[in-house]
């Protein structure tokens, strides 16, 4: 079992369907994070989890909604999606936070199309 | 803002050339992190640079973090097709959990 599994690999949705993400860790690490990656463009942090509980910021659409269940599940929930909301969706772990100089384990990531 | 100017955005090469890659910014950070990316695939991390002026070597591989913490550098000696990948570079700013990210330099090694 990989260090960090998502899935589905591949999605194509509607902009009218509902779907998620699943996330799962096998590393016993702390906090999980969703990152959205576009060709060319720097890594948008969208969502961060420590202990299951939600921390950091970010402007998110939601039309994107997270969910924590346990330290080990994340899941990414996906409605009234536009085009441009297509991109890699990458999951990630860490066992501290990474301005403490802990590595993010990544997940091979979601290729989302919306059409 | 903080942010990471990585550069080039593309190089592509023939085995056995030598190749280095920027990340540059006005920021300072406490830490940086480089992960190379294959494709299908997500980020692994190579290295992380900690104090101003470290160097670090993975085989072929060497990187460098700027006396004042702004800026670093990976040099690949005698490049091989299996470097194929995108590098990035993320640095440890101000926030907790949010690293600053470089857009990525896609590096092509050709046989």
């Known amino acids: 079992e990989t260090g960090v599994t998502q899935t589905p690999r591949h999605l194509v949705m509607g902009m009218t369907n509902k779907k998620s993400l699943k996330c799962e860790q096998h590393l016993g690490h702390n906090a999980m994070y969703w990152y959205k990656q576009s060709a060319k463009k720097p890594l948008e942090l969208m969502f961060v989890?420590?202990?299951?509980?939600?921390?950091e910021n970010n402007s998110v659409p939601s039309r994107f909604s997270p969910e924590c269940p346990n330290s080990s599940h994340l899941f990414l929930h996906l409605h009234t999606l536009q085009p441009e909301d297509s991109a890699l969706y990458l999951c990630?772990?860490?066992?501290?936070?990474?301005?403490?100089?802990?590595?993010?384990?990544f997940g091979s990531g979601t290729q989302l199309s919306v059409l | 803002t903080q942010l990471l100017e990585q550069s080039p955005q593309f190089l592509s090469i023939q085995e056995g050339e030598n190749l280095t890659v920027y990340c540059n910014s006005s920021s300072v950070f406490s830490s940086l992190q480089w992960y190379r990316q294959e494709p299908g695939e997500g980020p692994v991390l190579l290295v992380t640079v900690v104090t101003g002026g470290e160097v670090k070597k993975l085989k072929r591989l060497t990187f460098q973090f700027g006396d004042a913490r702004k800026d670093s550098s990976l040099h690949i000696t005698a490049a091989q097709p299996g470097d194929t990948g995108l590098y990035l570079c993320?640095?440890?700013?101000?926030?907790?959990?949010?690293?600053?990210w470089g857009a990525g330099t896609k590096l092509i090694i050709k046989p």
């Open positions: 989890y420590s202990l299951e509980e939600r921390v």
């Open positions: 990630a772990s860490s066992q501290d936070r990474p301005t403490k100089n802990e590595k993010l384990f």
């Open positions: 993320a640095g440890a700013g101000d926030s907790n959990y949010q690293l600053i």
